[in-house]
Structure formats: structure tokens, C-alpha cells
């Protein structure tokens, strides 16, 4: 498993293949913004989305980040707002905010382990 970052884009890598990707951008207050989370068709459900965001909080730590918040759309029809939820939720994220088709969520990373 690697992460690589590629332009403003982590790339999420396993056996050779990229498995997903997440775009961001930095905010003031040591902050990180996720614009986008994916794990590509074919390799969901098999756990990478939740190994993929352990990664991602490390990466984010080690470069100095405070707070990662993350606005999320559902893509595909298959996986409810309330999935989603729980799915970020399980991954150490707060609930913060929900409106009719996207949720907002925010994650302390100094209080995450
Ligand atoms: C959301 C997403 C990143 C999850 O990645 P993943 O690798 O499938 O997630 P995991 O395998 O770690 O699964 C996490 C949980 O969500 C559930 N889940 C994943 N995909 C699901 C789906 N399509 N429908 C219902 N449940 C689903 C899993 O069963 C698992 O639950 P469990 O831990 O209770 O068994 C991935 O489904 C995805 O990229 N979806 C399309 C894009 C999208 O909607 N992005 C989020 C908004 S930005």
C-alpha cells in the first residue's frame, strides 16, 4: 500500500494499481480541505476506502495539519447519505452538518490515535 502525491491529488496505490484517489486543497488555520474522496468501482467494499483515509490522516499529520474537513457527495445510488455517514463516522470524522444531497464532516487530527 502506498500514497503518493501527485499534483494536488493523493493517489492511493496497491500491487501496482491505483485503487483510489482524493483531491484537496490547504485552508488558513492549518487546516485541509477534501474536495473529493474515491475508491475506484472495482476495488470497493473490500476495506481500502478505510485504510485509505488511516493513510491519509498520517500524511496530513506529518505534514503539520491541524483539522482535515471534508465535504461528501454520494456518487453512486448504491451507497445512502446515512451509509456514507457511518462509513466517515467509523473513521474518526464529527458529524457536522447535513443538507440535502451532501454531508459535512470534520476530523481534530492532534485528538485522532
Ligand atoms: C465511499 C467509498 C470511498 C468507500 O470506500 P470502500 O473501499 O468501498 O469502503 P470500505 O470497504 O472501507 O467500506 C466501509 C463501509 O462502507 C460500506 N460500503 C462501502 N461501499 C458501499 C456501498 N456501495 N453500499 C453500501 N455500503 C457500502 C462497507 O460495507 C463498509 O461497512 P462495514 O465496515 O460496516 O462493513 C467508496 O464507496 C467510493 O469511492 N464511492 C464512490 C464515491 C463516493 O461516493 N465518495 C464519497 C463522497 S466524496
Known amino acids: 500500500m502506498e500514497l503518493l502525491e501527485i499534483e494536488d491529488k493523493l493517489v492511493y496505490q496497491k500491487d501496482g494499481h491505483f485503487v483510489g484517489?482524493?483531491?484537496?486543497?490547504?485552508?488558513?488555520?492549518?487546516?485541509?480541505?477534501?474536495?473529493?474522496?474515491?475508491?475506484?468501482?472495482?476495488?470497493?467494499?473490500f476495506g481500502l476506502g478505510s485504510e485509505m483515509l488511516k493513510e491519509m490522516i498520517s500524511y496530513f499529520r506529518e505534514n503539520g495539519f491541524k483539522t482535515i474537513k471534508l465535504e461528501a457527495i454520494p456518487m453512486e445510488s448504491?451507497?445512502?447519505?446515512?451509509?456514507?455517514?457511518?462509513?466517515?463516522m467509523k473513521n474518526g470524522f464529527d458529524y457536522m452538518f447535513r443538507g440535502t444531497n451532501y454531508l459535512k464532516l470534520d476530523l481534530n487530527i492532534e485528538s485522532f490515535r
Request: aromatic letters at 22%; hydrophobic letters at 30%; glycine letters at 0%.
Open 21 to 45: 484517489h482524493i483531491d484537496y486543497h490547504e485552508e488558513e488555520d492549518s487546516s485541509v480541505y477534501i474536495n473529493y474522496f474515491q475508491i475506484y468501482k472495482e476495488y470497493q467494499t
Open 78 to 88: 448504491s451507497m445512502s447519505i446515512t451509509t456514507l455517514i457511518s462509513f466517515y
